[in-house]
């Protein structure tokens, strides 16, 4: 059974930065690498969107929903079974629970505020 564990989450000023990771487990890295990953947010009383997604390697091609484009930057490290989103110069609006993906599989998320 594949699990996605997310870290990294917290509170944080507006203008400030955080790096949410997201480890994959019972998956190889050689699977692992094939996949695309995605993070995911939603805020309260909002719809889960997309925030950003990284394709495997071979073409490493990225995709960010405009809101977040210029500021949060996605990436992996396929022999570490995990992936990153750097999240800089954070708004009021980017408060959200944010969620990794894989496959069909969903980690539990990590609660990033914005808050001065």
């Known amino acids: 059974q594949v699990q996605l564990v997310e870290s990294g989450g917290g509170l944080v000023r507006p203008g400030g930065s955080l790096r949410l990771s997201c480890v994959a487990s019972?998956?190889?890295?050689?699977?692992?690498?094939?996949?695309?990953v995605g993070w995911y947010r939603q805020a309260p009383g909002k719809e889960r969107e997309v925030v950003a997604k990284?394709?495997?390697?071979?073409?490493?091609?990225?995709f960010y929903v405009d809101s977040v484009k210029g500021r949060f930057t996605i990436s992996r490290d396929d022999a570490k079974i995990t992936a990153h989103l750097q999240m800089n110069s954070l708004k009021p609006e980017d408060t959200a629970v944010y969620y990794c993906?894989?496959?069909?599989?969903w980690g539990q998320g990590t609660q990033v505020i914005v808050s001065s």
């Open positions: 993906h894989l496959a069909d599989y």
């Open positions: 019972g998956i190889s890295r050689s699977d692992f690498s094939s996949y695309v």
């Open positions: 990284i394709d495997s390697l071979n073409t490493g091609q990225t």
